[in-house]
């Protein structure tokens, strides 16, 4: 967490080994999310990994398989419920 004009300010990284964006906003939501345009560029069959935030795992910003969901997933949901959740299929 920092501060922006004297205000809490969320810290959003998207990157990969050869490339790093940060964003910054007074909310961490779905507005924000949108307002990056990064998760919906990416295909589907591109994986993820993002916090626990209940606003990443909304398919209308991100259809991407979520590695860190399906990890938590795995331990507590049934495989169709995981499956749904998680955008793909999902071995126990």
């Known amino acids: 967490m920092v501060r922006t ?3 809490r300010t969320c810290v959003r ?3 990969d ?3 790093a964006l940060y964003t910054f906003h007074l909310h961490k ?14 295909s589907q ?5 993002h916090d626990h935030n209940i606003i990443n795992y909304n398919k209308d910003v991100c259809t991407c398989l979520n590695v ?3 990890a938590i997933l795995r331990e507590t949901c049934s ?8 955008g793909g299929s999902i071995s126990s």
């Open 5 to 7: 004009n004297g205000k």
């Open 13 to 15: 990284f998207y990157g």
């Open 17 to 19: 080994d050869g490339v």
């Open 29 to 42: 939501g779905k507005d924000e999310l949108v307002e990056d345009n990064v998760l919906p560029q990416l």
């Open 45 to 49: 069959d591109r994986v993820i990994m």
């Open 68 to 70: 860190e969901c399906c």
């Open 79 to 86: 495989a169709a419920n995981r499956n749904s959740l998680c």
